[in-house]
Antibody
Framework: EVQLVESGGGLVQPGGSLRLSCAAS????????MHWARQAPGKGLEWVAD????????HYVDSVKGRFTISRDNAKNSLYLQMDSLRAEDTAVYYC?????????WGQGTLVTVSS | QSVLTQAPSASGTPGQRVTISCSGS????????VNWYQQLPGAAPKLLIY???QRPSGVPDRFSGSKSGTSASLAISGLHSEDEADYYC???????????FGGGTKLTVL
């Protein structure tokens, strides 16, 4: 059974940092593109970033470029999102999702709240 | 303002056929395939359709997708009460180098 379990969310002050993790199981992690997406309270889905199987190619939505970094550890079947310089508008539930195709499996999400 | 445009709401009665549309441009739907996702209240999204018209294993054939030019559609036939959810389209945008979503369509089963 495919499982994606996010962790690391919480309350952080504006300008602060947070590192999200996603533990993957039930599929060959090293052969899958992986993605982060988010959903602000009461709003629609927004794709955040993705990373190629070997970590050699990454893409980001414009609003997080230079602040967020996606990475992966294929030996640990884990996906990460380092979030720096957080803003109030980054408040959302963050989901990790498997690619090939995009979103074939999703985690349950972790809530990030940016507030003073 | 989402890059892909969807009507905010749609409705139908049980057994009816409903269509949800998604409009884009040459840099996204016009040149790449479209995925559709269903999000039930309080749940994570679920992939319904990929590559315009392909269903993942386990998705009923009541759900179908199509694409023409810079627009795409999701059709749900034989509407069930449990189909009441938010539906999102998405595509890769070659100009933005990013995946883009529609704003979502809230489907109400009357």
């Amino acid at each position: 059974e495919v499982q994606l379990v996010e962790s690391g969310g919480g309350l952080v002050q504006p300008g602060g940092s947070l590192r999200l993790s996603c533990a993957a199981s039930g599929f060959t992690f090293s052969t899958s593109w992986m993605h982060w997406a988010r959903q602000a309270p009461g709003k629609g889905l927004e794709w955040v970033a993705d990373i190629k199987q070997d970590g050699g190619e990454k893409h980001y939505v414009d609003s997080v470029k230079g602040r967020f970094t996606i990475s992966r550890d294929n030996a640990k079947n884990s996906l990460y999102l380092q979030m720096d310089s957080l803003r109030a508008e980054d408040t959302a539930v963050y989901y990790c999702a498997r690619g090939n195709p995009f979103g074939v499996y999703w985690g349950q999400g972790t809530l990030v709240t940016v507030s003073s | 303002q989402s890059v892909l445009t969807q009507a905010p709401s749609a409705s139908g009665t049980p057994g009816q056929r409903v269509t949800i549309s998604c409009s884009g441009s040459s840099s996204n739907i016009g040149s790449n395939t479209v995925n559709w996702y269903q999000q039930l209240p309080g749940a994570a999204p679920k992939l319904l359709i990929y590559n315009n018209n392909q269903r993942p294993s386990g998705v009923p054939d009541r759900f179908s997708g199509s694409k023409s030019g810079t627009s795409a559609s999701l059709a749900i036939s034989g509407l069930h009460s449990e189909d009441e959810a938010d539906y999102y389209c998405a595509a890769w945008d070659a100009s933005l180098n990013a995946w883009v979503f529609g704003g979502g369509t809230k489907l109400t089963v009357l």
